[in-house]
């Protein structure tokens, strides 16, 4: 059973930097895209960033240029450098990966971490 297991996150006033890493476990998988997202009170899960390779990247628009993804593709582990950190980037950020198994590619959750960016 494929398991993405998240790390990183915490408190950071405005202005900080934060790194959060994410690995898959419980065995071998051929993972495609894997990225972050995240979900503030009162709103919905929105994509952060995804990454299939260094030349297939997407951001949202309002963390292009402070977020970088990166991806180690001999253990399919994330990162999601993030500078520049402003209040409304709190939120519970939730690793996802795209996982063939089954014949089909099967979508994958971590269990969340909290960034807090405040005072």
């Known amino acids: 059973q494929v398991q993405l297991v998240e790390s990183g996150g915490g408190l950071v006033p405005p202005g900080g930097s934060l790194r959060l890493s994410c690995a898959p476990a419980?065995?071998?998988?051929?993972?495609?895209?894997m990225g972050w997202y995240r979900q503030s009170a009162g709103k919905q899960r929105e994509l952060v960033a995804t990454i299939i390779n260094d030349r297939n990247i997407n951001y949202a628009d309002s963390v292009r240029g402070r977020f970088r993804i990166t991806r180690d593709p001999t253990k399919n582990i994330i990162d999601l450098q993030m500078s520049a950190l402003k209040v409304e980037d709190t939120a519970v950020y939730y690793c996802n990966a795209e996982v063939w198994y089954g014949a089909k590619w099967n979508i994958h959750w971590g269990q969340g971490t909290q960034v807090t960016v405040s005072l």
């Open positions: 419980g065995g071998t998988f051929w993972i495609n895209r």
